[in-house]
């Protein structure tokens, strides 16, 4: 089942890479499989969006962009006609958060409502916080549902639907998403097949934050016989997955984590670390350009 999931989305998913690649407009072609339960994913060159869908209407995790909301929506509409009431962003990313007003409007949300929206509170403490002006992020896009506590579910379609904050991760406001009976996890950039993570210290960022994430992932993730199937994991980009896929990433993270705590308790400098080239067997797997600042990120947290 894994491998089939895995074919059907080759196409979408490298049409999205050329996009991101090139800077085109986007085509009319978003790339939708369905799960499992009720739970849907779209592959836009944005990156993923998980939708659970039902009689009461539609949740999305994450929202894309606003230039790609009618794209979205038109994919939606193939699936079901009814609009989007819940809105749960994993992070506070412009990727994630940009379609948040556009979005619920173009899935026929009636003029004048809103969704509810929800992401932790540190989510809304960045928007709306010291870098307001600087960051200019219309407040439209804001959470209107902020939790504060470790998790906020609710029941929609006949399903538990929780939202677990994953404290000093790649920010300080990140959250995955457990769709109980259908058995699926929206992760957010948390986990991204093929890419590195993307710390980000100035926010509250650390690596230890991105392994205890990618754990609780695991704890919470149960595979079927001979490790495939069972609980789906819908990366912030990149193909479907499954718990065999987060334990080979936390893996990599864990093992690059420990040589540039090496090169620290060694006192190399941080030029000294990046010239050492420490991620170099797994450039072939994961994206290199962001190689560099995955160890800048992680020589930065255990200097701590």
């Known amino acids: 089942m894994r491998r089939q999931h895995k074919v059907i989305l080759l196409a979408a998913l490298t049409a999205a890479v050329a996009y991101c690649q090139s800077g085109a407009t986007p085509s009319d072609d978003i790339g939708v499989l369905k799960v499992q339960g009720n739970v849907y994913m779209l592959a836009t060159p944005a990156g993923n969006i998980a939708a659970q869908i039902g009689d009461d209407g539609i949740v999305v995790v994450n929202t894309a962009t606003e230039a790609l909301a009618p794209r979205v929506a038109a994919a939606l509409k193939k699936l079901d006609l009814k609009p989007i009431q819940w809105v749960i962003n994993t992070d506070a990313a412009m990727n994630h958060i940009g379609g948040n007003a556009a979005l619920p409007a173009a899935s026929g949300l009636p003029r004048g409502r809103q969704p509810r929206i929800v992401a ?7 928007l709306g916080g010291a870098l307001r002006k600087q960051l200019n992020v219309p407040e439209a896009l804001w959470p209107n549902d902020e939790y504060f506590t470790p998790t906020k579910d609710f029941a929609f379609n006949g399903e538990a639907v929780v939202a677990i904050h994953m404290p000093n991760a790649l920010t ?6 457990h769709f109980r009976r ?13 890419f590195y993570p993307v710390i980000h210290t100035d926010r509250g960022g650390s690596i230890q934050g991105v392994l205890d994430a990618l754990n609780q992932i695991l704890r919470i993730a149960v595979p079927l016989k001979y490790e495939e199937g069972g609980t789906y994991v819908i990366p912030g980009r990149g193909r479907l997955c499954d718990e065999a896929d987060v334990v080979e990433y936390r893996n990599m993270v864990t093992i690059v984590r420990d040589r540039v705590l090496d090169a620290v308790k060694k006192n190399r400098t941080l ?3 990046l010239a050492a080239k420490l991620t170099r067997d797994y450039d072939v797997q994961y994206d ?4 560099d600042a995955f160890v800048e990120a992680i020589y930065k947290t255990v200097r701590k």
């Open 120 to 126: 932790d509170q540190n989510v809304l403490n960045y």
């Open 172 to 177: 300080d406001g990140d959250s995955i998403v």
């Open 182 to 194: 259908s058995d699926v996890l929206a992760v957010g950039d948390l986990f991204t097949p093929g």
């Open 271 to 273: 030029e000294q670390t």
């Open 288 to 291: 290199p350009k962001a190689a």
